[in-house]
């Protein structure tokens, strides 16, 4: 065992390096089975001396940097509540012990039953964007070929597929930052939309720091939230829009830089298409009138498109956007607008400037590329195209014909569950749908309808609490494997330490079961086999890795996409052209629409039985990741951030009889939500804010809307109407 390891951090899409080494004192090994129940309190009290020490590593995203998330990140290994052997619920509800035969055994019985009684579509797959490339590769594979069905998706449809679709349309390519991080450093302006990295991924906001001291960091947030503060100090600028208005404020920037004559007119000539188009499409939105669509004021909007066009000329300007923008029905139109205004000033491709998206997730650029979407086959094919399908039937040995076509994306997969031709037997490799994904309540009674749930996972979750059988899984430090970074570059994931007895890899798992079910098609348990696999599939596809091995990224070397065989990689993206036919980015028109986020069933006319609704909008905290299922098991992490608090502005609080502190109850016709008031100016009067990090009683998204982006498949987090009210949940 080394004990001893070079490798990323088991959280965001910043992948900070870290090194992990063994301390003076261990602590005993978990015991199987115990304590299982995912109690913030239970965190707080077990509290066990790490494994491993963690020390953050020099590494140009990072530079030594860690945040609180990274540092303690290590407890979770020996965690008293981590599950070590799989679990099969009895009739009686309780989890207890059974083998690994035993469980595979189970497993197989109820894959190949529902098979002969739904067809192979009602078998379906859940994945996730922490997921490491080789099993997101592999996950992909195993629906198609050992399950047979199409219907596999994932959690990353929550995170980044607005801006994916966004950046597929203007570019041909989508790569959430297509140049190095570290790019941003000697920025003049750098306009961030719905991102707020101070808290969510903080050792980014060194790169900021040159942008801000020069006056040249703008945020656009409903909330001053802690990246919107971190502009004030030096000049820059917060803009404050009204909820789900980011797409009108995006046209009124537009306007502004054409009709100031601040777009870059040699650059639209020379390298894209479609302005006249997008000219006439923001003809309408004139600063006054945005002002009054989004409450930002219309000498605001002029000042920051000059400065985003004197950035330009000067160090640099960037435009980057988070999931504040991109989670709604018309996300994949906002990250357009957001982009056609970088074409306009001559952005994307350009020296010292450009566009980029921020991922979230552990592996959310890697998590979309390797075919665990419901449209996607490995290397960012589309699985309708039939060369694509060729090129993966030949990889896999198997006719083209046995390659499903394209799958539900995961809101429609989990509303399928339980229904007649819907998804009855589902597994789910990291993610916790149950917290995670909109309309909770809803989704928890879809997993309840199920005639079978497999769950692999660390701990028992609230979606591996609603299981048939749980299976555990290696943790990050427990394994090897690849992540693909916000940047779009290739790192190393090292094992420091033996798993627990009980528990297997992913890989392991699925390469046992695609045996019991003969699985056309072979596969490894070998992290570095399914990689060199995963090299071959990627092969002239979008994003290619085929000139990428284990054996040059062990050595440090720098291994951005595309990057195929015999290159040298491609840090920075359309120096020379666009990855359409043409060379082109492309301009594409965008509109408003009329939200389909509806109220809440119970209003008539913006009124209700508590009065008129406010907008909710959900986030994150510094202390936590995602839904909290691991976080929330982190005792200072627990301890510093144990609950979810409604932020409110004090004039909203006071017309409801609501003080600091209080007990308040959010209800919509989805779901009713209760938690402490957290008064503060920093918020809008008409907009709450609700992390989504906690379950049951506090879990935002019982009141969030399963409706959809129609091209992304992005539900609406960022826009649910809500009743406020004192007291607790009735
Ligand atoms: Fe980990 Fe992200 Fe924190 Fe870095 S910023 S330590 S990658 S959670």
């Known amino acids: 065992m080394t004990k001893s390891a070079d490798t990323h951090c088991p959280y965001c899409a910043l992948q900070c390096a870290m090194t992990l080494k063994s301390p003076a004192a261990l602590t005993p090994a978990p015991q199987p089975g115990s304590d299982p129940v995912p109690a913030t309190a239970a965190a707080v009290r077990e509290a066990p001396v790490a494994l491993l020490d963690v020390t953050g590593r020099d590494f140009p995203t990072n530079r030594g940097g860690l945040c609180r998330k990274g540092w303690t990140s290590a407890s979770l290994l020996n965690h008293a509540g981590r599950v070590t052997e799989p679990l099969l619920k009895g009739a009686d509800g309780v989890h207890r012990p059974v083998s690994w035969d035993k469980a595979l055994e189970l497993i197989t019985a109820a894959v190949k039953d529902t098979r002969a009684r739904y067809g192979a579509d009602a078998v379906g797959v859940f994945g996730g964007g922490g997921l490491t490339n080789e099993k997101a590769y592999q996950l992909g594979k195993f629906a198609r070929l050992a399950l047979g069905t199409s219907r596999i998706d994932y959690n990353g449809r929550f995170c980044m597929s607005s801006a994916a679709a966004a950046g597929m349309r203007a570019f041909g390519l989508d790569r959430g930052l297509p140049f190095p991080l570290a790019d941003l450093d000697s920025a003049s302006t750098i306009l961030m939309l719905g991102s707020n990295v101070a808290e969510t991924m903080p050792p980014f906001v060194q790169h900021l720091q040159g942008a801000r001291d020069a006056g040249g960091l703008i945020v656009v947030d409903p909330r001053r939230s802690a990246t919107a503060a971190f502009t004030s100090d030096g000049g820059g600028l917060h803009l404050q829009p009204l909820p789900g208005t980011d797409l009108a404020l995006l046209l009124g920037l537009s306007h502004v830089v054409i009709h100031e004559g601040l777009a870059d007119a040699g650059y639209i000539e020379a390298r894209t298409a479609g302005y006249d188009a997008l000219v006439r499409s923001v003809a309408s939105y004139?600063?006054?009138?945005?002002?009054?669509?989004?409450?930002?004021?219309?000498?605001?909007?002029?000042?920051?498109?000059?400065?985003?066009?004197?950035?330009?000329?000067?160090?640099?300007?960037?435009?980057?956007?988070?999931?504040?923008?991109?989670?709604?029905?018309?996300?994949?139109?906002?990250?357009?607008?957001?982009?056609?205004?970088?074409?306009?000033?001559?952005?994307?491709?350009?020296?010292?400037?450009?566009?980029?998206?921020?991922?979230?997730?552990?592996n959310g650029q890697g998590g979309r590329e390797h075919g665990q979407k419901a449209d996607q086959l490995?290397?960012?094919?589309?699985?309708?195209?039939?060369?694509?399908?060729?090129?993966?039937?030949?990889i896999w040995g198997v006719p083209e014909s046995l390659i499903p076509g394209p799958g539900l994306p995961a809101v429609q997969l989990l509303k399928s569950l339980g229904q007649s031709d819907g998804v009855r037997c589902l597994f789910v490799h990291g993610a916790n749908v149950a917290v995670s994904a909109p309309d909770a309540n809803a989704v928890i009674a879809g997993l309840r309808s199920l005639e079978f749930l497999v769950v692999c996972d660390f701990f028992l979750s609230e979606t591996a609490a609603e299981a048939d059988l749980v299976l555990p899984v290696t943790q990050w430090a427990e394994e090897e494997g690849t992540l693909t970074n916000l940047e779009g570059r290739v790192l190393r994931r090292r094992r420091a330490i033996a798993p627990p007895p009980g528990v297997r890899s992913e890989l392991w798992i699925m390469t046992r079961l695609a045996e019991a079910l003969d699985a056309p098609s072979t596969f490894s348990e070998d992290p570095e086999t399914v990689f060199e696999e995963l090299r071959r599939a990627s092969e002239g596809g979008l994003a290619d890795y085929s000139g990428i091995d284990y054996a040059m990224l062990d050595r440090g070397e720098a291994a951005y996409w595309p990057y195929p065989a015999g290159s040298t990689g491609t840090p920075r993206l359309f120096r020379e052209s666009f990855a359409h036919a043409d060379g082109r980015a492309v301009f594409t028109p965008v509109t408003p629409r009329r939200r389909a986020s509806s109220p809440p069933a119970e209003v008539a006319d913006g009124a209700g039985p508590f009065g008129t609704?406010?907008?909710?909008?959900?986030?994150?905290?510094?202390?936590?990741?995602?839904?909290?299922?691991?976080?929330?098991?982190?005792?200072?992490?627990?301890?510093?951030?144990?609950?979810?608090?409604?932020?409110?502005?004090?004039?909203?609080?006071?017309?409801?009889?609501?003080?600091?502190?209080?007990?308040?109850?959010?209800?919509?016709?989805?779901?009713?939500?209760?938690?402490?008031?957290?008064?503060?100016?920093?918020?809008?009067?008409?907009?709450?804010?609700?992390?989504?990090?906690?379950?049951?009683?506090?879990?935002?998204n019982r009141l969030t809307e399963a409706a959809t982006d129609p091209i992304s498949g992005m539900p609406e987090f960022k826009f649910s109407q809500v009743w406020v009210r004192a007291g607790a949940a009735s």
Request: glycine fraction near 12%; hydrophobic fraction near 40%.
């Open 613 to 700: 609704p406010m907008t909710l909008i959900t986030g994150r905290l510094m202390e936590h990741y995602q839904s909290g299922a691991q976080t929330r098991r982190v005792a200072a992490l627990a301890a510093a951030q144990p609950e979810a608090r409604l932020q409110i502005h004090p004039a909203a609080a006071a017309a409801q009889g609501i003080a600091a502190g209080d007990f308040v109850s959010i209800s919509n016709g989805r779901g009713e939500v209760s938690c402490r008031a957290e008064l503060s100016t920093d918020i809008r009067p008409e907009t709450v804010f609700l992390p989504f990090h906690f379950p049951e009683l506090e879990s935002a």
């Open 286 to 362: 004139w600063p006054e009138r945005v002002q009054s669509l989004t409450g930002v004021p219309a000498g605001l909007l002029r000042d920051t498109a000059r400065r985003l066009a004197d950035g330009a000329r000067r160090g640099g300007s960037y435009i980057l956007t988070g999931r504040g923008v991109e989670q709604h029905v018309d996300g994949t139109d906002t990250a357009t607008a957001a982009i056609n205004l970088a074409l306009l000033l001559g952005l994307p491709g350009s020296a010292r400037s450009g566009y980029g998206t921020l991922t979230g997730q552990g």
């Open 378 to 394: 490995p290397g960012y094919r589309k699985i309708t195209d039939p060369a694509a399908r060729a090129h993966m039937a030949a």
